[in-house]
């Protein structure tokens, strides 16, 4: 017998024992070796598809426009409309990320960072509006492709140059500009990563909640978002994030701006050598923050208070190819699908390091789509599900898995982050006890794409075995025919 050292993830105590004694067979139990046929070393996966955990949220696959490099003919491209559509893009995030702490939505320059018309010494001339997307532009894009608007505010400019009520006019401008032509922009996010703006987390409450105010009297049903972030601990971000969100009497959504691979937020490693030696992503930090945030929540007494993270990337990640970064991104999605996230939008879509973004363009031209872009479109169906338990033998086999709320069918996600492929054998609870069941798979593997399997059906009590490749993101599909 082959001993299993079995890696629970994401599972509070309260729900592991619970958890084991609902498993029809239990882990330790079908720890034996049992890939003799193919030579391949086998994992166990048990899924428990009684305890469903809570719905998956419809803004997992969000993105982000920077509104100075979106021009007008790169978005006539119907591949990037597409590829929204079949990813299920809830929601896209504009002006961007710094670039909203500098832009002047009635006054675009076309210039994202460090360049403020506000600024007493400003002399720059502005870009042709066909080489940026202004705020008509993005509302009737996101319309065409029913996708949620989240705009931003800039509260930089109003603070460093003593003009705070011009910059609240501005805000109410824009809101009544919006309303006035017959869009219901729902998010609205207050200043970008303000503790590197001068912000401290108490102004910085203090202006969400001043801003929110006024663009409220336009609209008081829309959602205020803000953001902070976990790390790096030796500045104590995630304390002030945790007062931010007592403070602040307005505040409905607080993002995390998170990038694997960089140095300005929690502790990671640079190299594709170092990821892979992380079971989970972050080594599991990174849940662990969002689950504590949301018990701090409940000790403030904001328990509908939500968690973003709607700026969240990769850095430099030394030695890795466009494949590597598009399943470290499979990776981190993991971690936002299978922990309590309200939103997601990925950095970036056309913008930073080329390997990383979604869009591979030339001089404005789009020339096709990165590797990333399949991750997004196998992740996009496990959005509005609900969220179950599932236990691993096998630290470098993990992953999560949803129902349909209405047809029940299952997913299951897995990454195999080894350099073999494996050998799964699932294993379900009572409820799919003597049934026949089918099993279909789509991976992501090398060089960078989506590979379909066969749907593969099963008798009754034979094992629901199925093949993971080295490297690789699957999705299983899990059913039960109806004859």
């Not at 912000?199 to 336009?218: E, G, P, T, W």
């Not at 971000?237 to 694997?260: C, G, M, P, T």
């Not at 073999?420 to 609870?429: P, S, W």
């Amino acid at each position: 017998m082959k001993k299993c050292n079995s890696e629970k993830y994401y599972m509070s105590n309260l729900f592991k024992l619970l958890f084991i004694a609902l498993l029809s067979v239990s882990l330790p139990a079908l720890c034996q070796e049992t890939g003799k046929e193919t030579g391949k070393e086998t994992v166990f996966v048990n899924v428990n598809t009684e305890i469903e955990r809570w719905q998956t949220s419809k803004y997992l696959t969000g993105s982000h426009f920077v509104y100075a490099v979106e021009s007008d003919n790169l978005y006539k491209e119907q591949r990037i409309s597409a590829w929204m559509q079949e990813s299920k893009v809830g929601t896209i995030r504009w002006p961007g990320g710094t670039a909203v702490q500098y832009y002047h939505w009635d006054d675009l320059n076309g210039i994202p960072f460090k360049i403020d018309s506000w600024d007493p010494e400003y002399n720059s001339v502005a870009k042709s509006p066909d080489n940026f997307m202004d705020v008509d532009e993005y509302l009737a894009y996101t319309k065409k492709l029913n996708i949620e608007p989240m705009i931003g505010l800039n509260i930089r400019s109003g603070k460093k140059y003593g003009r705070d009520q011009d910059g609240l006019d501005e805000a109410k401008r824009l809101i009544e500009h919006v309303k006035s032509n017959g869009y219901k922009v729902k998010f609205w996010y207050i200043g970008n990563e303000g503790y590197a703006k001068g912000f401290s987390a108490k102004k910085y409450a203090q202006y969400i909640d001043m801003y929110a105010s006024v663009l409220k009297s336009v609209d008081p049903d829309i959602t205020i978002i803000g953001d902070w972030k976990f790390g790096p601990i030796k500045k104590q971000r995630y304390k002030q994030a945790i007062n931010i969100a007592k403070q602040s009497q307005h505040l409905d959504v607080l993002e995390f701006h998170e990038k694997w691979g960089n140095e300005w937020g929690l502790e990671t490693g640079t190299s594709i050598s170092q990821w892979r030696e992380e079971f989970p992503l972050y080594n599991g930090r990174l849940a662990n923050y969002i689950n504590d945030f949301h018990e701090n929540m409940k000790l403030i007494n904001k328990p509908e208070m939500r968690l973003s993270l709607n700026e969240w990337g990769l850095g430099n990640i030394n030695g890795a190819s466009k494949f590597d970064y598009g399943l470290i991104a499979a990776d981190f999605l993991i971690e936002i699908f299978r922990n309590k996230v309200f939103q997601a939008c990925y950095w970036n879509l056309n913008m930073g390091s080329g390997d990383s973004r979604i869009l591979n363009t030339n001089k404005g031209k789009l020339v096709g789509l990165n590797p990333s872009a399949s991750v997004f479109t196998l992740f996009a169906s496990a959005m509005e599900k609900e969220l179950l338990f599932i236990e691993s033998s096998k630290r470098h086999v993990y992953g999560f898995s949803v129902k349909d709320p209405i047809t029940s069918e299952l997913q299951l996600y897995l990454i195999n982050k080894s350099n073999e492929a494996v050998d799964v054998v699932i294993g379900f609870d009572d409820s799919l006890q003597g049934k026949k069941i089918t099993i279909s798979k789509e991976s992501y593997v090398t060089p960078g794409i989506l590979q379909k399997d066969k749907k593969v059906s099963y008798r009754p009590k034979q094992d629901k075995k199925v093949s993971l490749p080295a490297w690789s993101m699957n999705k299983l599909m899990v059913s039960v025919p109806s004859n």
